[in-house]
C-alpha cells in the first residue's frame, strides 16, 4: 500500500487532530501527516521537507490561503494544494483556484471518504502532469541534442569531432556511465572511434578493445537484426562477453550504424545498475546512431573530394615537370653534349653556348624549388610573401621572354594561415595569367603593405581583352574571385584589347594588423 505525506496547514491544533483521525481510518492509502500552525511553520517545513499534498486552511490568522500560494509560486513549490474553506463563499473558492490550488472543500463536511477521494484524485492528477512535463523536457532535450549534432555535421567534416559531440550529448538524453563507438573494418572486427566514457570505478579500459563482430554475440544480433539491443542484465544474458571479473557494467544497450543499409559500426553504453536503460532509451539511440551515419556518410564525402582535389593537383604538378623542367633540363643536356665538340671547332661561340647552359640551369632550379613549395602547403603558410613573390618571379623569368620588374613596398605583417595561402594563391594565379595569356613584353608586379590593406598589383602591356564580354571563368577570373570571396578580398582589374591589362588584389587588414607608422 502506498503511503502519501500530507502536510496540513491550519491555526487550529484541534482540526490537525480530527483531520488526523480521519486520515487514519482511510483504508485505501496509507498516510503521515505532518502539521503546520502557522504560516511561518509552513514557510520552515516546506524549505525542509517535501510532502505529496498540501491541505490548507483559508484563514490562518494573520495570513490567508492566498498568501501561502503567492509563496508557493514565489519560491517555486509544486506541491498540490487542497485549500479548506468554513465561509461557504464562491468568490473565495475561485480566488484560490486561480491561484493555484487544485480543489476545495468545505471544512463543514469533511470526512474520511471525502478526504481520501480529494487526496487520492490530487496526488493522481499530480503526478499526470509531472509525468508530462518530465515527458516534455526530454523531448526538449532530445531536440536540442540532435539540433547540436545536426549544426557540428553542418559546420565540421572532422569525423572523430562529429563522434565525440554524439557522445557528449547522449549523456544528456540517456544518463550512463561507459560509451564507446565501435566501427567494423574491412577484416570483420571492430576498432574503437570518438570519445571513451569509464565507469567512476576506473575498473574498465576500452582502449585497446577489439571484436570479431561474427563471433561477439551483442554485436552480431545488431548486425542481423539492425535494430538496438537492450540487455537489462547482463549477468544473466548469455549474448554477453565478460571482459573482466572486475567488470562493473550490468545493464547494456546498443544500437547498430546502418549506412545504405549496411551496418558499419556500432554505439554501446552501459550502466552498474540492472534494468537501468529503458524502450525508450534505446529509441533514443537509434536516432544518435542515424546521426552517426550521416557524419560517417559525410566525413566520406570530404575525404574523397580531398583525395580527388589531390590527384588534380599532382597531376597539375606533373605536368608543370613535363611541360617547363623536363624540356630545359632536355635543352640543358642538348647544349651540353654539345659544347666538348664546338670547343675544338667553334671556340668563339662556347662562351654564348655556357651562358645559355647556365641560364636554363638557373630556370630548371627556378622552377624546381616553386614546385617542391607547391607540394608542401605547410612551406607556402611559413615562408613571407616577400619570398614567395621571389620564388614565383624566378619561376617566370625561365618561362618567359617579357622583362619582369617585381618590387615590395612597406614593412611586411603576418597574415593568418587561411589568408596568407590564399593571398600567395592570387598572387601565382595573377601572374601565371600575365605570363602566360597576355603575350606581354614587360610585366611588373608589387606586393604593397599599406596601412590599411595589403595590395598585390600586376601590370602588364599585353593583348588585355575585352573584359565585360569575357565568360567568368576566362583567364581564371572564376578562381580568383572565388579565392578573394573566401578571405574578403577585393579585386579590381583595368583592360582592353591591345591596351595591357592592370590587377589589383586588395586584402583590408584588421585593425590589430595595421602597422604603425
Known sequence: ??????????????????????????????????????????????????????????????????????????????????????????????????????????????????????????????????????????????????????????????????????IDNLRRVIPHQGANVMMIGDDGWTYLAGQIHQDEAGTLTQADLRFEVLNTPTLRRMLETRQPLLIGDVRASPLWTRLSKAQAVRAYLGTPIVEDDAVIGFINIDHDTPDYFTPAHAEYLRLFGNQAAIAIRNARAYEQAQELAALEERQRLARELHDVVSQTLFSANMVADSLSHMAERDAPHMQHDLEMLARLNRTALAEMRSLLVELRPQAIVSMPLPELLQTLVNGVRGRSSATLRAEVVGQPVALSPDVHLQFYRLMQETLTNAYKHAQATEIQVGLHYLDSSVDWVVADNGVGFDLRNTPPDHHGLRIMFERAAKIGAAIRIDTAPNEGTFVQVSWPLPVVARPRR
Open 1 to 166: 500500500m502506498n503511503t502519501i505525506h500530507v502536510l496540513l496547514i491550519d491555526d487550529s491544533e484541534a482540526q490537525s487532530y480530527l483531520v488526523d483521525g480521519y486520515l487514519r481510518q482511510a483504508r485505501t492509502f496509507q498516510f503521515t501527516l505532518s502539521w503546520a500552525g502557522s504560516f511561518s511553520d509552513a514557510v520552515r517545513m516546506v524549505r525542509a521537507s517535501d510532502y505529496d499534498v498540501c491541505l490548507l486552511d483559508y484563514d490562518l490568522g494573520t495570513h490567508t490561503a492566498l498568501d501561502v500560494l503567492n509563496f508557493f509560486a514565489d519560491e517555486g513549490v509544486t506541491i498540490p494544494v487542497i485549500v479548506m474553506t468554513g465561509y461557504g463563499s464562491q468568490d473565495i473558492d475561485l480566488a484560490v483556484m486561480e491561484s493555484g490550488a487544485v480543489d476545495y472543500l468545505d471544512k463543514n463536511a469533511l470526512g474520511t471518504a471525502t478526504l481520501e477521494r480529494a487526496i487520492r484524485y490530487t496526488v493522481q492528477q499530480a503526478r499526470v502532469a509531472k509525468a508530462l512535463v518530465q515527458a516534455e523536457h526530454q523531448q526538449r532535450v532530445i531536440a536540442e541534442s540532435l539540433l547540436d549534432v545536426s549544426n557540428v555535421l553542418n559546420s565540421s567534416l572532422d569525423f572523430s569531432e562529429v563522434l565525440k559531440r554524439i
